[in-house]
């Protein structure tokens, strides 16, 4: 068979001298094969190693083009050097392209090219190199300098690319695009207790469901431990984002299987739309990191978007952070009481309830403050603080003349986690020499759910200790009395929504019933909360509740007032107004 491609053994026989210094430069360079183009540019001469890469007989190669055999995405780059190449025998260029292999594949090649002798006028010589392994082992490189080790997901610097990218295309298009921080609730704590392999692999796994739930043209990011970014281009509305991230709170809902751990892990998430909130990718992702820390803020699990309200409350929120230190510091605080009676009237105890009276000449209410001090540990130095005073001034009392009055102390979740908790309830009693059996901690549901097995020794200590525990804002939470059961509780403060509602509200008025029957049934004590008129405190008397607290009883005051308040309360007994 007549052929015009020929292998580099035949050359060596039809012209030593070229062949020689071909053979030379491939060895020297370390090349893999050369070629002839005729100024057609179709394949006069190959050496053997050229059909061998591309997995092709020489026969195939003969009357081919250069360009049939390179792949049409780099026909352009091919084009673009043969011209840079210009006619002069002898000229030089380098090439890098996709050579086309086994008809399917691709191999990277660069390729040499020279312009040819006069004898071949127009035509080209080739010296290649296949560079296929190089090349993926850079592009292992790029991937791994823009991608999280761990998850596989991009990593920050990718993601700020990829968000510039959307945004200028949203800028071209004139459309809108979302940018959502996403933190993955309660990992500090999975990541503590059961180790860091656990918490990689929970971080996998989760980065895993987040991108199940994206389209093609999502970008999800790692940006830091539990946080993840999304940019997604498809999302323009706050409908579109409840959409999404709905679909990514529930695909948190199974739990995850992590070494013979079934762990649950729900996320908080905060977005932005662009333009609407922001145009510069930095700005968006602070107006979503903003959304985020709301989210958090109102109790996790829960997405939340940005808003200008938003700002403000965070720069207040800010604000009161900073000044709340200086006042810890400056001993701002201090405890006002509200009197506990039973029904008949008869104060038998007080809540310390916490005050903060001078932010630039206004109070800043505790709802608004306990939270932050939450947030920022602060409520540590605050409860003990509450604690301590709070005992004390029962035994002032009673040396005042109001004797043998019971104290109860609100309990934060975080400072009922604290390992130094129990102490600092043994120290406010031992300082103060007040009778555990008058001092009642208050804590909430959420308390208990949280880590019950922890809550459950921290509960049984001090109830050995002798001291009372109350279930604050009973029927606002989870309120499965048979859960508390569990716990040794002394009792229930019915929140006072309920109490509100039940004169007008039946529903209200059964679940107040419901309460009185189960705690009877539990041996547990009750105090309504929020008594503000004559009828209220009726009906509960009528239905059998034993205690009350409200602005009708009194309201809460400092403690110097403390006494005025219990005579002129309207429901004292003997002393009717
Ligand atoms: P809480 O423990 O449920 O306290 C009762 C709240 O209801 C108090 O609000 C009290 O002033 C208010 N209140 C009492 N009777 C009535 C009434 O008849 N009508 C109405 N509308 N309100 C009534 P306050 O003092 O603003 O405290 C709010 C919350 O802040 C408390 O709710 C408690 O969760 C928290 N808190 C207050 N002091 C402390 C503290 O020392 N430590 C902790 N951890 N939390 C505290
Ligand atoms: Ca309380
Ligand atoms: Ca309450």
Redo the contacts with the bound molecule.
Sequence with gaps: MQTNVVTINKLVAENEAVTNQWLRLLADHGLDFFARLSADGVFVEASAGLPLLLGCSPEYLAGLRLRDVVDGEDAAVLEQALTRLGSVPGARERVIVRMIKLVTQTAWMELRLIRDSHENAGGVLIAGCDITEVKQREDDLIHAAAHDPLTGVPNRALLAERIEQVLAQARRSGGGFAVAVVDLDGFKRINDSLGHAVGDALLRQAAGRIKTQLRGDDTVGRIGGDEFALVLPGIASPEQVDVIARRLVESMQLPFLVAGHTLFASMSMGFALHPVHAVAAESLMRCADMALYRAKDLGRNRWQLFSENLAATRSRHLELERAMFEAVRNGEFRLHY?PIARTDGTVIGA????RWPNVAGAAV???EF?PIAEANGL?NL??EW?LRTACMQAVRWDSEGLEGLSVS????PR?FRHDHFVNHVRQALAESSLTPSRLTL?ITEGVLMHSPEQALAVLGTLRRLGVHIAI??FGTGYSSLSYLKRFPLSSLKID?SFVRDMLHSPNDLIIVSAVLGLARELGLQVVA????EERQLELLREKGCPMV????IGR?VRAEDFGSAVSANPAHPGEPR
């Design positions: 509200q809540e310390a309830l916490m209410p505790p709802t306990i409520i605050l409860g509450a102390v609100n309990v934060s400072q208050e604050d804002d006072r909360e929020g008594v503000e607290q409200g602005f009708y809460p």
